[in-house]
């Protein structure tokens, strides 16, 4: 199942990331993102994806979590605003637990301006060190475009009090 999600996602990055169709500016959510083919994709997006995923993975790598928390926005209403003060509380806690050795991106899907994802693996020690923990975790970026520009969101995260 996970080699056909890559395949998927090479397949449509590689149909999509070629179009050099003009930029949406005025964008309207689909009732369902994933059924919505009307976004124009064009290489451009994807590099841009790409830029913001790397500049977010190496902030973290350099245990600078406060500025890779600057990357992360909310979106709401067709508008990008900085994480709420509760949201960066909670999330710095939880990317300060997790050290970044090194990370990989795995995966850029881009379904629509509303609906895209960014998956990646960060090692958390170098291989010298060895633990009885797992030494890799698994997450995901979700990139939201408003008016041609993409913004680094995350999918909201249901803590336990």
Known sequence: MKKILIIISLVSLLLFSCNDGSKNKNITIPEDPRTDFSMQRTSADT?????????????????NVDMALDQLYEVENNEARPLSAENRSKLKQTFSALPVESYTIDAIILFSDSDSEVRYTTKMFPDSIESEIPGTTKGSLHPFRINGQWFLTILP???EE
């Open 47 to 63: 590099i841009a994806v790409m830029e913001l995923a790397n500049n977010f993975l190496q902030t973290l790598k350099e245990k």
């Open 157 to 159: 995260v249901k803590f």
